[in-house]
């Protein structure tokens, strides 16, 4: 609402408060609440904020109603941007400026991708929520794009009985993730591992030591192979596997569909003998 109202406002000097309260005014019947979200969100480390372009009453009524109304420090909308929605940098800018907030170890989510944009360019890590909204994928631009998921209540909160699980990576002494592992049990022995970590916490050694954990992890539950499926681009995630003796097992031509055409996948893997030596040297 905060993109049209901002049409409106330039166009036909539509009254912004009157608008809000119009286009608001609607039943929440259908939003019910989402225990998993909540669990998850209660789980993860960190201060966490509502940025929206819509305004702050229309956004604690969903939030109530959802069930996460407690979870959050504070909610950044429409009006606190001095009308002047996302993507506009003015509105984050403003965000990082009253709340004392270092893009370098903030993480924003959103399911519009063009709106990871500016968070991007202040040095956030970013997270799209590829959920199929309407114009959720309008300029999609995988450089500001540093993980891309379906469903947020599935990521960090899995269905029961879910094949993946992931883990938080925190300084020690810390209480802000700069990042997350996981993994997926594929088949009995065999699971499928992933990673994301802050720009800002990169060449310091903690992808290493969290990945290497979590192999120590899967290998003492007893795996026999571990793999990743990574995007031939991807410098970072091959030097990564590499380093820790992954071997590249074999190239998936056309493997994914996405935003930015069809893509292969490299399969890096690890067996269950080759780690001790690894791990020892």
């Known amino acids: 609402h905060g993109t049209t109202l901002a049409g409106l406002m330039k166009e036909h000097g539509v009254d ?26 209660g789980r993860l480390p960190g201060r966490k904020f509502v940025f929206t372009n819509g305004d702050a009453p229309y956004a604690r009524r969903v939030l109530e109603r959802i069930g996460i109304g407690d979870q959050f420090e504070h909610l950044h909308d429409i009006h606190a941007c001095e009308l002047r929605p996302k993507p506009q940098a003015h509105g984050y800018e403003l965000l990082c400026r009253q709340f004392g907030i270092d893009p370098a170890t903030a993480c924003m989510v959103e399911d519009m991708a ?18 199929g909204s309407e114009r959720g994928n309008h300029d999609f631009d995988p450089g500001h ?60 050694g903690y992808g290493r030591e969290a990945v290497s954990l979590l192999i120590d992890h899967l290998l003492a539950h007893g795996d026999r192979r571990i793999f ?29 569909q996405t935003h930015i055409g069809v893509r292969d996948s490299l399969i890096y893997g690890l067996l269950a003998e080759e780690w001790p030596a690894r791990s020892a040297a």
């Open 228 to 256: 990743a499926d990574v995007d031939p681009d991807n410098r970072a995630s091959i030097a990564l596997l590499t380093a820790l003796g992954f071997t590249l097992e074999g190239r998936l031509r056309a493997e994914w």
């Open 114 to 131: 063009q709106n990871l944009r500016p968070a991007k360019a202040l040095g956030m890590t970013t997270v799209w929520v590829d959920n």
């Open 16 to 41: 912004p408060h009157h608008f809000l309260d119009d286009v608001h005014d609607i039943a929440l019947d259908r939003v019910g609440p989402n225990h998993r979200l909540a669990a998850g969100l």
């Open 145 to 204: 794009v540093d993980l891309r998921i379906a469903e947020l209540r599935d990521y960090f909160s899995p269905r029961a009985g879910s094949a993946w699980q992931s883990w938080a990576i925190v300084r020690h002494g810390a209480q802000q993730a700069i990042g997350f592992v996981s993994a997926g049990r594929k088949r009995d022995g065999v699971s499928e591992i992933g990673y994301l970590l802050a720009r800002e916490a990169h060449g310091q």
